[in-house]
């Protein structure tokens, strides 16, 4: 990703987030806050475009009991899995512009337009960026009993039989498929791109041995590199994660540039009134910032570094751009 738009991770250290302490200031804030907007004054509704187990499931999940405690309102994260994650994603598109609704997407919200010709939404025009509710790095992992041990060793293969070896994606024109594909260009390589269901089909075939590679995000396969079950041979942002000091970045282990990030957000419908936005905005990070909070993230591979509103939706307008051009240059085909 690096050269078309600056990754999540760069763009929020530029930004200057305040930080919420739990507390009587901060509740007196809230609540300041609440009597200014007159929000919320009913349940808020997070749809996630997905099946339950993904970040975009999981980091709503964490942050919605903090919400309710401070605005005393239940707060209910709503899986509308189906159509690529298009159908969750045009509920909130046309839903009410009041701060009722709200969407969960991940990385995968970026590159819907690339592999969809038509669209019941604009991805730009119709959602308010709120802010990121998490990010991390995808890890580019192999079975135990694959012969290539490191990412050299895995491209001079892939170069020795040019065309025969396989990666696996969680569908076309997912976030692990254009990470795929980003990888085998910049490696200069040939290799058969093979679409699954999901990530769960995608790691079964891959610990089988059907598959030689997939690049997953990191928090999907913690579990399974603690384990053994599979071999992790690179990460892909632009440094080491702390979690796995000793797996390198794909960037040093052979493909110089190398970057793809995962990230999941909060959206609102557009048109939802600023003031509102801005209570959503302050409201998430604070629950972000909260120790326990972050614990659980990073314990899953996760990070937490927030941005606000205005960077969001230009860091997804980037990302829209980034994955057409990628699309463009793998001859992806808009359904």
């Given at each position: 990703?690096?050269?078309?738009?600056?990754?999540?991770?760069?763009?929020?250290?530029?930004s200057?987030?305040?930080?919420?302490?739990?507390?009587?200031?901060?509740?007196?804030?809230?609540?300041?806050?609440?009597?200014?907007?007159?929000y919320?004054?009913?349940?808020?509704?997070?749809?996630?475009?997905?099946?339950?187990?993904?970040?975009?499931?999981?980091?709503?999940?964490?942050?919605?009991?903090?919400?309710?405690?401070?605005?005393?309102?239940?707060v209910?994260?709503?899986?509308?899995?189906?159509?690529?994650?298009?159908?969750?994603?045009?509920?909130?598109?046309?839903?009410?512009?009041?701060?009722?609704?709200?969407?969960?997407?991940?990385?995968?919200?970026?590159?819907?337009?690339?592999?969809?010709?038509?669209?019941?939404?604009?991805?730009?025009?119709?959602?308010?960026?709120?802010?990121?509710?998490?990010?991390?790095?995808?890890?580019?992992?192999?079975?135990?009993?694959?012969?290539?041990?490191?990412?050299?060793?895995?491209?001079?293969?892939?170069?020795?039989?040019?065309?025969?070896?396989?990666?696996?994606?969680?569908?076309?024109?997912?976030?692990?498929?254009?990470?795929?594909?980003?990888?085998?260009?910049?490696?200069?390589?040939?290799?058969?791109?093979?679409?699954?269901?999901?990530?769960?089909?995608?790691?079964?075939?891959?610990?089988?041995?059907?598959?030689?590679?997939?690049?997953?995000p990191?928090?999907?396969?913690?579990?399974?590199?603690?384990?053994?079950?599979?071999?992790?041979?690179?990460?892909?942002?632009?440094?080491?994660?702390?979690?796995?000091?000793?797996?390198?970045?794909?960037?040093?282990?052979?493909?110089?540039?190398?970057?793809?990030?995962?990230?999941?957000?909060?959206l609102?419908?557009?048109?939802?009134?600023?003031?509102?936005?801005?209570?959503?905005?302050?409201?998430?990070?604070?629950?972000?910032?909260?120790?326990?909070?972050?614990?659980?993230?990073?314990?899953?591979?996760?990070?937490v570094?927030?941005?606000?509103?205005?960077?969001?939706?230009?860091?997804?307008?980037?990302e829209?751009?980034?994955?057409?051009?990628?699309?463009?240059?793998?001859?992806?085909?808009?359904?």
């Amino acid at each position: 990703m690096r050269n078309a738009f600056p990754p999540w991770i760069r763009v929020a250290a530029q930004s200057v987030i305040p930080v919420f302490v739990i507390g009587v200031p901060a509740l007196a804030a809230t609540q300041s806050a609440k009597e200014a907007t007159g929000y919320p004054v009913r349940p808020i509704r997070i749809l996630v475009p997905f099946a339950p187990g993904g970040m975009a499931d999981i980091a709503p999940r964490i942050i919605a009991p903090k919400l309710v405690e401070s605005w005393r309102h239940p707060v209910v994260v709503d899986n509308r899995p189906g159509a690529g994650g298009t159908i969750a994603t045009e509920i909130v598109a046309k839903a009410a512009p009041d701060g009722y609704t709200l969407l969960s997407p991940s990385a995968n919200h970026s590159a819907t337009p690339a592999v969809r010709a038509k669209l019941p939404f604009d991805t730009l025009k119709d959602f308010a960026g709120i802010t990121l509710t998490s990010g991390g790095a995808y890890a580019l992992v192999v079975a135990p009993s694959f012969s290539a041990k490191s990412i050299k060793e895995l491209i001079a293969l892939a170069k020795a039989k040019r065309g025969q070896l396989n990666f696996a994606s969680a569908g076309v024109g997912s976030g692990t498929h254009f990470a795929g594909e980003l990888f085998t260009r910049q490696a200069d390589i040939d290799m058969v791109h093979v679409a699954y269901k999901g990530t769960p089909e995608a790691l079964t075939d891959v610990i089988a041995g059907r598959v030689q590679f997939y690049i997953a995000p990191l928090s999907a396969v913690t579990g399974l590199i603690k384990e053994g079950k599979v071999l992790a041979l690179g990460v892909s942002s632009k440094s080491r994660v702390p979690l796995f000091p000793d797996i390198p970045t794909i960037a040093e282990s052979g493909v110089p540039g190398y970057e793809w990030n995962a990230w999941t957000a909060l959206l609102a419908p557009a048109k939802t009134p600023r003031p509102i936005i801005n209570q959503l905005h302050r409201e998430v990070v604070r629950a972000l910032a909260l120790p326990d909070v972050r614990q659980r993230m990073v314990a899953i591979g996760a990070e937490v570094t927030p941005i606000s509103p205005e960077q969001l939706d230009k860091m997804i307008a980037g990302e829209v751009a980034l994955t057409a051009q990628i699309a463009r240059k793998a001859g992806i085909q808009a359904e």
